[in-house]
Nanobody, 125 residues
């Protein structure tokens, strides 16, 4: 059974940093893109970042460019989201996602086959 398990969420002050991890199990994800979405209170879930299967192509929404960095370690079947200079508007539940496809655009377009259960990130002002 395929599982994506997020960790690393928590409470941080405005301007602080957090590192989210997404550990996959049940199959190797070295041939799949991986990504992150978030859902803030009373808002729809939105794409945040994605990385292709080889880790040499990334994609971000404009609001996190220059602050967030997505990486992956295929040997550990794990993706990461380093979040720096966090803002209160980054407060949300963050979800790990993976499609069958190896390309980042697949994640951005929401063609996701597997989802994690989410981890809460709260940024206080």
């Amino acid at each position: 059974q395929v599982q994506l398990v997020e960790s690393g969420g928590g409470l941080v002050q405005d301007g602080g940093s957090l590192r989210l991890s997404c550990r996959a199990s049940g199959r190797s994800f070295s041939g799949h893109a991986m990504g992150w979405f978030r859902q803030a209170p009373r808002k729809e879930r939105e794409f945040v970042a994605a990385i292709n299967s080889r880790g040499d192509d990334t994609d971000y929404i404009d609001s996190v460019k220059g602050r967030f960095t997505i990486t992956r370690d295929n040997a550990k079947n794990t993706a990461y989201l380093q979040m720096d200079r966090l803002k209160p508007e980054d407060t949300a539940v963050y979800y790990c996602a993976a499609p069958m496809n190896p390309f980042t655009i697949t994640v951005r377009e929401g063609a996701v086959d597997w989802w994690g259960n989410g981890t809460l990130v709260t940024v206080s002002s």
